[in-house]
């Protein structure tokens, strides 16, 4: 009989990142259509876009605010890194939905696609014309999702969100910080990202239930209120103390030990709950009495017992480097980290050896290296397979491919403004400088260069 | 309702009232539910990942199945202060929403049996132990699946289920500050590594107030979950789902790893600014704190002619020198000497007063930095019942986030009920799963088995 394969083969082989492009798509055959700009609508769309799904992007003439939004006023390429990290796999359109014209051809898509998602002021779209009434007149399997802060009904609902007022309005803010210190901020637009995951994850449960039923629906989803649903025991513990939950730094006031403490050479985080955790950690301590003194994890997260607990764990940390823990918990089974910075993560091999960064070669762009989105699915990964676009950049592939204008409609389209491409007096709409005029084009009917191949 | 309160500050009031017909509250329990075929078995430990995972799957009608350890799972003791109500603590209360809890004891070899029988009448299996711990239990994806092609088996570690670091570091249990910690946002998030009048010792890293690591792993995993869903409907298949929470922050990490990818370059901790843009920021002010945006050259001017502060506007005159993160501790400040004279509300009024002005230069936006007593008390909240209040027979008077999905027209998310008592449904799972009666319980539960 052969040997049984260890787990880590097995594992290695499940989800081999070389096999990637042999394998499919979840999302395959589903068309989304983006009508949404800033970061969470995009993010939403790349979600599904990472997994197969085909989103066609919807830009005004201006262009999507992220074109502009980039660190430092830094561009590469003539690209906004602000712009690329919400769109990967993406068809860019240059249309403005507000256009007569341009509505119809938008709605000759909706025929054709699956999912609508916009996150424009509530309300907008109805104007236009292409509220949820009007798409499942045409389309009764579409799924329409709208986003925005506080929905599309309420006494709140047409007030202006952005990422960091979600953090602060949802109570996020309120409880991350420093104990004697002010609130802070999320060093990213986690309202932004986390609720864009959660509309891709009312996405698709949208289609399964329409996989069952034929039937489509409208979605309302409010970014506040995402921010209120990720904050755990905060609610229930003011419900039933009246209290505020008070800002704690890193230490974790429902864990005990759970925190952030220092070593000769760094930061470590550290947690050990369950009871052969702490025993474990006490005993690579060397305090076995630590252990005798607070074995019952409930009276560990007392205050004042955490407070002498922690502060003990630090006063041994310190005597210790960040590898030297991290050792300590692997031997006696508790937890312990560094805190990765991003050229760790970028350099890591274990990342890169699970697909959670890929590298591909853009047509545009060059070699990437980014990290793609998660879960790993053995048999419907994710995948990176071109970066975002410049303005228009898809316009005819679009049109062509998918309602069969032949080119030189598409060509009428563009001259009569219906549809537009990049404006080359903006540099964040455009090509980089060096580009061919064909590399990256999808269909290339019309290019004026000659075609390499 | 009345049209005052569904209409809101809509710019489109027929708009509102249309949509509050699709997703009013009142009929939310009238509606089908999307998952209403999908049996879950959770089996997680310790881990508030698995349980939010869960979670959103029960919320849309799934049927869940806790399957904790005889004397219940760990989490359960995760709590605030140990503030516990009966067997729970806050948190677990506020997680368990639309599950059934029973009791398993997979280290041993009955408990093992019982549980293939439950997997291969399961639709999805969630756990959160060791990498490969089922596995070596001979419980693992592989057995599993044999008997059930169509399972999808999603396994949530911080170190993922392969890979150098899960070798390495696989005997690690994990948690959300490991998460958070080897999720590169961590290592950004903080007090601004370049202002000079900040304390050293402020100067470190610093995780969400809650448990994001967690939250996010668990919201990742449910995508994944139903999307391997929704493609076993296609083929008939089930799959392997590894799921890495660090990997879940990482892949929203803003533009960290793009930056260093361009220019070989990292970030610095930014604080309460924002390095793409600027000011957008909170600031103290007399009672509290608040927001505060006037980012563009019209927008920055306008915040200027607020504070009246022309000198300021001379000084950072465009987005590069406001951008540049040498000056924004400055600007933090100067803006902070101002606010720090007026309530929030008083904030809010003069930069509303400037909107109405015919010779506004731009449009600043505020807004108080709610805590969250506040938070419940905003109307807003109450009309979209973004709370559940219930008075369990159990855990008595409570209030829980509601489901977010609860908005959706033809199957919205609900909250059935709260929580259930360590092994309240062991009595009708094991009824109607595996035919076991009460005699045969007694018998498990006598060996400690249930």
């Given at each position: 009989?052969p040997?049984?394969?260890?787990?880590r083969?097995?594992?290695k082989?499940?989800?081999?990142?070389?096999?990637?492009?042999e394998?499919r798509e979840p999302?395959?055959?589903?068309?989304v259509?983006?009508?949404?700009y800033?970061v969470?609508g995009p993010?939403?769309c790349?979600y599904?876009?990472?997994?197969g799904a085909?989103v066609?992007?919807?830009?005004?003439?201006?262009g999507?605010?992220?074109?502009?939004?980039t660190p430092y006023a830094y561009?590469?390429?003539?690209m906004s890194?602000?712009l690329?990290?919400?769109n990967?796999?993406?068809?860019?359109?240059g249309m403005h939905?507000g256009?007569?014209?341009?509505?119809e051809?938008?709605l000759?898509l909706?025929?054709?696609s699956?999912?609508?998602?916009?996150n424009?002021t509530p309300?907008?779209?109805?104007?236009?014309?292409?509220?949820?009434r009007?798409?499942?007149e045409i389309?009764?399997?579409?799924i329409?999702?709208?986003?925005?802060?506080?929905g599309s009904?309420g006494?709140?609902?047409?007030r202006?969100s952005y990422?960091a007022?979600a953090?602060?309005?949802g109570?996020?803010?309120s409880i991350?910080g420093f104990?004697?210190?002010?609130p802070i901020?999320?060093g990213?637009?986690?309202?932004?990202w986390?609720t864009g995951?959660?509309?891709?994850v009312?996405?698709?449960?949208?289609?399964?239930?329409r996989?069952k039923?034929?039937?489509?629906?409208?979605i309302d989803?409010m970014?506040v209120?995402?921010v209120?649903?990720?904050?755990?025991?905060?609610?229930?513990y003011?419900?039933k103390?009246?209290?505020?939950?008070?800002?704690?730094?890193n230490r974790?006031?429902a864990i005990c030990?759970?925190?952030?403490?220092?070593?000769?050479d760094?930061?470590v985080?550290?947690?050990?709950?369950?009871?052969?955790?702490?025993?474990g950690l006490?005993?690579?301590m060397?305090h076995?009495?630590l252990?005798?003194?607070?074995?019952?994890?409930?009276?560990?997260?007392?205050?004042?017992?955490?407070?002498?607990?922690?502060?003990?764990?630090?006063?041994?940390t310190r005597?210790k480097?960040?590898?030297q823990?991290e050792?300590l918990a692997?031997?006696y089974?508790f937890a312990?980290?560094?805190?990765l910075?991003?050229?760790?993560a970028?350099?890591?091999r274990?990342?890169r050896?699970?697909?959670a960064?890929?590298?591909y070669?853009?047509?545009?762009y060059?070699?990437?290296?980014?990290?793609?989105y998660?879960p790993?699915l053995?048999?419907?990964p994710g995948r990176?397979?071109?970066?975002?676009?410049?303005l228009?950049?898809?316009?005819g592939y679009?049109f062509?491919?998918i309602?069969?204008?032949?080119?030189?409609?598409v060509?009428?389209?563009?001259?009569?403004k219906?549809?537009?491409k990049w404006?080359?007096?903006i540099p964040?709409?455009?090509?980089?400088?060096d580009?061919?005029?064909?590399?990256?084009?999808?269909?290339?009917?019309?290019s004026?260069?000659?075609?390499?191949? | 309702?009345?049209?005052k309160t569904?209409v809101?500050m809509a710019k489109?009031?027929?708009?509102?009232?249309?949509?509050y017909r699709?997703?009013r509250?009142?009929?939310?329990?009238?509606?089908?539910?999307?998952l209403a075929?999908?049996?879950v078995?959770?089996c997680s430990y310790?881990s508030?990942?698995g349980?939010?995972?869960s979670?959103?799957l029960a919320e849309?009608?799934?049927?869940?199945?806790?399957?904790e350890?005889?004397?219940?799972?760990?989490?359960r003791k995760?709590?605030?202060?140990?503030i516990?109500?009966k067997d729970s603590?806050?948190a677990y209360?506020?997680?368990a929403?639309n599950k059934?809890?029973i009791?398993?004891?997979l280290?041993?070899e009955e408990?093992r049996k019982?549980?293939?029988k439950?997997s291969?009448?399961?639709?999805?299996?969630?756990?959160?132990?060791k990498p490969?711990h089922l596995?070596g239990?001979?419980?693992?994806?592989?057995h599993?699946s044999?008997k059930?092609a169509?399972l999808?088996?999603c396994?949530?570690?911080?170190?993922?289920q392969?890979?150098?670091?899960?070798?390495?570091?696989g005997?690690?249990?994990g948690?959300?500050i490991?998460?958070q910690?080897?999720g590169?946002?961590?290592?950004?998030?903080g007090?601004?590594?370049l202002d000079?009048e900040?304390?050293?010792?402020y100067?470190?890293p610093l995780?969400?107030g809650s448990?994001?690591g967690w939250?996010?792993g668990?919201?990742?995993?449910a995508?994944?979950?139903?999307?391997?869903?929704f493609d076993r409907?296609r083929?008939g298949?089930?799959q392997?789902i590894d799921c890495?929470?660090p990997e879940?922050?990482?892949?929203?990490?803003?533009?960290v790893m793009?930056?260093f990818?361009m220019?070989?370059?990292?970030?610095?901790?930014?604080?309460?600014?924002?390095?793409?843009?600027f000011?957008?920021t909170?600031v103290?002010c007399?009672?509290?704190?608040?927001?505060?945006?006037g980012?563009?050259?019209p927008?920055?001017?306008a915040?200027c002619?607020i504070m009246?502060?022309?000198d300021?506007r001379?000084?950072?005159?465009t987005?590069?020198?406001?951008?540049?993160?040498h000056?924004q501790?400055?600007?933090q400040?100067e803006?902070e000497k101002f606010?720090?004279?007026?309530?929030s509300?008083?904030i809010?009024e003069m930069v509303?007063?400037?909107?109405r002005k015919v010779?506004?230069?731009?449009?600043v936006?505020t807004?108080?930095?709610e805590?969250?007593?506040?938070v419940l008390?905003?109307?807003?909240?109450?009309?979209?019942k973004t709370?559940?209040r219930?008075n369990d027979p159990?855990?008595?008077?409570?209030?829980?986030a509601?489901?977010?999905?609860?908005?959706?027209?033809?199957t919205p998310?609900?909250?059935?009920?709260v929580?259930r008592?360590?092994g309240?449904?062991?009595?009708?799972?094991?009824?109607?799963?595996?035919?076991?009666?009460?005699r045969?319980l007694?018998q498990l539960s006598?060996?400690?088995?249930i």
């Open positions: 009989m040997k049984a394969k260890s787990y083969d097995l594992t082989e499940l989800f081999d990142p070389r096999q990637l492009f394998k999302l395959q055959g589903i068309r259509l983006e009508v949404c800033v969470l993010a939403a790349d599904l876009a990472e997994f085909e066609i992007k919807f830009e005004g003439q201006r999507d605010q992220m074109r502009f939004v561009f590469w390429k003539n890194p602000g690329e990290i919400e990967h796999n993406k068809y860019w359109v939905l256009n007569p014209r341009a509505k051809l938008f000759d909706v025929k054709r699956d999912v609508v998602v916009d424009l309300g907008k779209l109805a104007q236009w014309g292409l509220s949820y009007e798409l499942r389309n009764p399997r579409i329409q999702l709208h986003v925005s802060g506080y009904w006494p709140w609902t047409g202006t990422d007022v953090q602060s309005m109570g996020l803010s991350t104990e004697e210190r002010g901020k999320s990213v637009w986690i309202a932004d986390l995951l959660m509309c891709a009312s996405i698709v449960s949208a289609l399964n239930h996989a039923t034929g039937e489509g629906q409208f989803y970014q209120e995402n209120i649903r990720m904050l755990d025991w905060t609610w229930l003011s419900f103390t009246g209290e505020n939950r008070k800002r704690s730094g974790d006031l030990p759970s925190d952030l403490f220092p070593c000769s760094g930061w985080a550290l947690a050990a709950f369950g009871d052969e955790e702490f025993k006490c005993k690579a060397g076995a009495d252990y005798k003194k607070y074995s019952d994890p409930t009276q560990r997260l007392k205050d004042e017992n955490a407070r002498k607990i922690l502060d003990r764990i630090g006063q041994w005597t480097r960040v590898q823990v050792e692997d031997k089974g312990a980290s560094r805190v910075c991003a050229k760790d970028y350099h890591s274990h990342l050896e699970r697909g960064i890929q590298e070669d853009d047509p545009l060059g070699p990437m290296v980014q990290q793609c998660p790993r053995s048999e419907t990176l397979k071109w970066s975002s676009r410049p228009g950049f898809d316009n679009v062509t491919k309602l069969g204008l032949p080119p030189e409609e060509k009428k389209l563009e001259d009569e219906v549809i537009f404006n080359p007096q964040s709409h455009c090509p980089p400088a580009w061919d005029g064909v590399s990256g084009v999808k269909l290339p009917f019309f004026e260069k000659k075609h390499n191949g | 309702m009345d049209d569904i809101g489109d009031a027929e708009f509102a009232k249309w949509a699709e997703t509250p009142e009929d939310v329990l009238k509606k089908t539910e999307a075929h999908i049996r078995l959770d310790g508030f990942a349980l939010f995972a979670s959103i849309m009608g799934a049927e869940v199945i806790r399957v350890p005889p004397g219940g799972d760990l989490a995760m709590s605030p202060y140990g516990m109500i603590g806050l209360i506020s997680e929403r059934f809890h009791t398993l004891d280290s041993k408990g019982l549980f293939s439950f291969a009448k399961a639709d999805v299996l969630i756990e959160t132990f490969g596995d239990l001979g419980i693992g994806y592989r599993l044999k059930n169509g999808i088996f396994a949530i570690h911080s170190y993922g392969h890979g150098e670091d899960s070798e390495k570091h005997n690690q249990p948690y959300d490991i998460d910690a080897r590169v946002i961590m290592s950004i998030t007090e601004p590594d000079p900040l304390p050293r010792e100067k470190r995780k969400h448990w994001m939250s996010a668990g919201a990742w995993a995508f994944g979950i139903l999307m391997a869903v409907t083929t298949k089930g392997f890495a929470p879940g922050l990482l892949a929203i990490s803003n533009y793009q930056y990818h220019t070989g370059e990292q970030m610095p901790r930014a604080g309460n600014y924002d390095y793409a843009v000011p957008y909170y103290e007399k009672d509290g704190y608040t927001f505060i945006s980012f563009t050259d927008n920055w001017t915040l002619e009246n502060r022309p300021l001379a000084q950072f005159p987005i590069k020198e406001r951008l540049d993160p000056n501790p400055t600007i400040h803006i606010t720090t004279e007026y309530t509300d008083e809010l509303q007063d400037y909107g010779d506004k230069k731009g449009t936006v807004g108080r930095l805590s969250p007593n506040e008390g905003r109307e807003h909240w109450k009309e979209r709370f559940v219930c159990y855990y008595g008077e409570l209030l829980v509601n489901s977010t999905f609860k908005s959706m027209s033809k998310g609900r909250v059935k009920w929580c008592p360590i309240a449904d062991n009595e009708f799972i094991y009824q109607s799963y595996l035919g076991i009666g009460n045969r007694k006598d060996k400690g088995v």
